[in-house]
């Protein structure tokens, strides 16, 4: 299986881990956000890195622009931030995980090979943030 390393600079030391990703044959990352939308739907990888802050287009409309084209993408946010104005969005846009930019090689690792499973995983916090506004909506949806 090939493997294809286009990854965001941010985040060079993925390089590191390219040996522990198999059977993943393609990860992509950039820092553009028009140019990771254009190699996504090219591409078809299996798991793409996307930043928030991009170049261009923010890695919100980058991820709404790739699964607009193409729904069973994987897209892993990888950011620094926890503002709701980023987790809220970047979850309704089709992420299928959230982590910071501060988690472990490791755990970058292990949330790639899960998502490539099909698995959702988020950072604790983005974690409570979703349960908080699931119990808000219930709350404010009850007579």
């Known amino acids: 299986m090939s493997f294809l390393p286009t990854i965001m600079k941010w985040y060079a030391s993925v390089y590191r881990l390219t040996y522990l990703f198999n059977p993943i044959s393609k990860l992509l990352g950039r ?3 028009r140019s990771a ?3 996504a739907l090219s591409l078809h990888p299996d798991i793409i890195l996307m930043d928030l802050v991009m170049e261009e287009i923010d890695g919100i409309e980058a991820t709404k622009r790739i699964i607009a084209h193409w729904p069973e ?3 892993i ?3 620094s931030f926890l503002d ?3 987790v809220y969005p970047a979850i309704e846009a089709g992420a299928t995980s959230y982590l910071l930019k501060t ?3 490791s755990e970058i690792a ?3 090979r899960a998502t490539y499973r099909g698995q959702s995983v988020l950072e604790p916090e983005v974690t409570g943030k979703m349960m ?3 119990q808000q909506k219930k709350q404010a949806a009850s007579p």
């Open 84 to 86: 709701d104005d980023k």
């Open 77 to 79: 946010i990888v950011t």
């Open 73 to 75: 993408a994987k897209i």
């Open 132 to 134: 908080m506004k699931m």
């Open 103 to 105: 988690s472990k090689a």
């Open 31 to 33: 820092d553009n956000g």
């Open 37 to 39: 939308v254009s190699l």
């Open 110 to 112: 292990d949330a790639i």
